[in-house]
């Protein structure tokens, strides 16, 4: 069942959306005022939306608009739709979607909006389709005016490309033939320009590509590979506060952006090899102006920079060799609600960088990690909360000044609870006698 449905009429637009509205007790919306451009919202999310024909004619609309296979319509008292026996097509969209082709209704196509070129992108990852040569020159044409395109319009589209499972090859053909990355991505030019250490053997865009590509294999396997797999991708399924975009749309942008502060931070060393301590809190400049420039919400833009932030702390858990419960808490605590998609991400890196290196040996042991701490994660710390045998005003009655120090002897009474020394009140009292000084 399709969730939005396009009805366009010759005259009365904004006239028969009310009708329809009034009908179902629903609102209203004006989307554009000058074509006459209305929605309405019906039970289950479905929405309806009209407007004019684009020109006198319904086949003067239809050819004015984006792709063929968009370029179909159905009159309204059509009995058994389902048959398209009234199938109004002037353009071969039928065709083109039985062969699988994605072409362009008209050589304007793209510059009359060309917010098309990545609607192209994605309806060809959606749908698996051959973009076929003329059509491609036509997005190329009109990748050329895509920062004339509100950042809102662009991230709806780019989201629903990343929301495809298998989206890699259309994302590097972005980059390859389109150079959409080069605008969209700030720092983008100076990540191909820096080179790596000796664990890297591309550069810093080509190694986040790659990533990517590693974190969209890393997903597609995870029900395999992972008893608890199918639970994560529920986790990430799950929409961001207030908005329709999920945790995977974001996530995937994520590992695109992850290592951007790398150019700032790259250091030679006499030994020649380049280090770059403090990448991840240089990047978060560069995820901060990528929001901007897409318009983000407050939740998008808070959950990519927390991602950009700690994409290093799994692999530093894994190198530190303090595998113990009070590490792994404290981990988690860093990771936040993000923890599965960091232990991902995480692992997607490190893949990047093995495959890269054709040193897929090492990549094993690390593989077993994430999946132990994504097992550990689900089972015990995902909804563990303290118990509070004290709170705040029972500590200031021990003695303790009121101020910073009793969240800080909080947060120590929780993780004494994680290795077993608090288990009660009693516990409780006699760890902070011991511990703090009054």
């Known amino acids: ?116 070129v990545l609607r192209g992108i994605r309806l060809a990852a959606q749908y698996h389709l051959t973009i076929i040569p003329e059509t491609g020159v036509l997005l190329r044409q009109g990748t050329r005016r895509l920062a004339s395109i509100a950042g809102e319009r662009i991230w709806q589209e780019l989201s629903k490309l990343l929301g495809n499972s298998g989206a890699y090859p259309w994302v590097e053909l972005m980059d390859r033939d389109l150079r959409l990355w080069h605008q969209l991505l700030p720092g983008r030019l100076r990540m191909e320009e820096t080179q790596q250490n000796y664990y890297h053997t591309e550069n810093v865009w080509h190694h986040c590509l790659r990533t990517y590509r590693c974190l969209e294999v890393i997903l597609q396997e995870l029900p395999l590979a992972l008893a608890e797999g199918q639970a994560v991708l529920a986790a990430l399924g799950q929409p961001l506060s207030g908005g329709n975009k999920n945790r995977l749309q974001v996530l995937k942008l994520a590992s695109l952006l992850h290592d951007v502060g790398k150019p700032d931070t790259a250091v030679t060393q006499p030994s020649g090899r380049i280090s770059f301590h403090g990448h991840s809190l240089a990047g978060l400049p560069y995820a901060h102006a990528l929001a901007d420039i897409l318009k983000l919400s407050n939740p998008e833009r808070d959950y990519l920079l927390h991602l950009v932030r700690y994409h290093m702390q799994p692999l530093h858990h894994y190198t530190a060799r303090d595998h113990s419960d009070l590490a792994t808490y404290r981990l988690f605590r860093t990771l936040g609600y993000a923890s599965l998609d960091l232990l991902l991400l995480s692992l997607a890196d490190l893949t990047a960088t093995l495959t890269a290196g054709e ?80």
């Open 359 to 438: 040193r897929l040996s090492e990549l094993t042991p690390y593989r077993s990690f994430i999946h132990n701490l994504i097992r550990q994660y689900l089972a015990r710390y995902r909804n563990w909360q303290p118990t509070k045998y004290l709170s705040g005003a029972d500590l200031i009655k021990m003695g303790i000044l009121a101020g910073p120090l009793v969240g800080e002897v909080l947060e120590k009474l929780a993780e004494a609870q994680i290795t077993g020394t608090v288990k009660d009140l009693q516990t409780a009292q006699e760890w902070v006698k011991e511990h703090v000084t009054t």
């Open 1 to 116: 069942m399709p969730t939005d449905l396009d009805l366009t009429v010759a005259s009365g637009a904004s006239v028969l959306a009310q009708r329809v509205a009034e009908q179902h007790r629903a609102t209203v919306v004006l989307l554009d005022e000058q074509r006459e451009t209305l929605r309405v919202v019906l039970k289950d999310n479905l929405h309806l939306d009209f407007c004019l024909f684009k020109g006198t004619t319904l086949e003067e609309d239809l050819w004015a608009r984006d792709f063929t296979i968009n370029a179909m319509a159905l009159p309204l008292q059509a009995d058994q739709p389902e048959a398209l026996v009234d199938l109004i097509d002037p353009t071969g969209g039928r065709q083109d979607l039985h062969y699988g082709l994605l072409r362009a209704t008209n050589h304007r196509a793209m510059l009359d909006d060309p917010l098309r």
